[in-house]
């Protein structure tokens, strides 16, 4: 990709994971996008591997994991690995997976939970490790209301 990898912070401070991810993976979809999930929890790619086909009732994400046949296919991948399978121009970070390397992404997606403590730390060393090495960076934070504002 001759562009730098965006990467946005998102700061969970109201809601969960669970009701933030599948918004964010809609809006990667809309845009045309494929996108890679990347934790570094087995279960978390368990869970959402079921959550995802059933979040809302009038909707579901199509999805695989990367231990799953024809990972290249998946619009949204959910791996616990460094590789980037099914091409995604997006990268969504959980559990302080490790980035690896952002020059197949156009952006790449940071959300941690503004509760805890040890996710904060990471994310802070984080935003310092990819603003050192020149990519572009946006902090996103949970408005008064349920949507999102830019803060940096």
């Known amino acids: ?15 969960t994971l669970d ?4 918004e964010l993976l809609e809006k990667t979809l809309q845009r045309g996008w494929k996108a890679l999930v990347r934790t570094s ?9 079921s959550w995802l ?8 994400i199509g999805h695989g994991t990367a231990a ?8 949204v991948l959910l791996s616990d690995k460094l590789d980037n399978p099914n091409g995604a121009e997006a990268l969504f970070l959980l559990d302080g997976a490790e980035p690896g390397d952002l020059s197949a992404h156009a952006r790449c997606i940071l959300l941690f939970d503004g ?7 990471t994310a802070r060393g984080r935003w310092k ?5 020149g990519h572009p960076v946006s902090y996103w934070r949970q408005g008064a ?8």
């Open 115 to 121: 509760r805890d403590e040890a996710a904060l730390a």
């Open 145 to 152: 209301e349920r949507g999102w504002e830019k803060q940096a």
């Open 1 to 15: 990709m001759a562009e730098t990898c965006e990467v946005w912070f998102y700061h969970l401070e109201r809601s």
């Open 19 to 22: 009701q933030v991810l599948p």
């Open 68 to 75: 799953e046949p024809f990972a290249e296919r998946q619009p």
């Open 41 to 49: 929890d087995s279960d978390r790619i368990e869970h959402l591997d």
């Open 129 to 133: 490790g990819f603003k050192d090495a």
């Open 53 to 60: 086909w059933s979040w809302r009732e009038d909707s579901f």
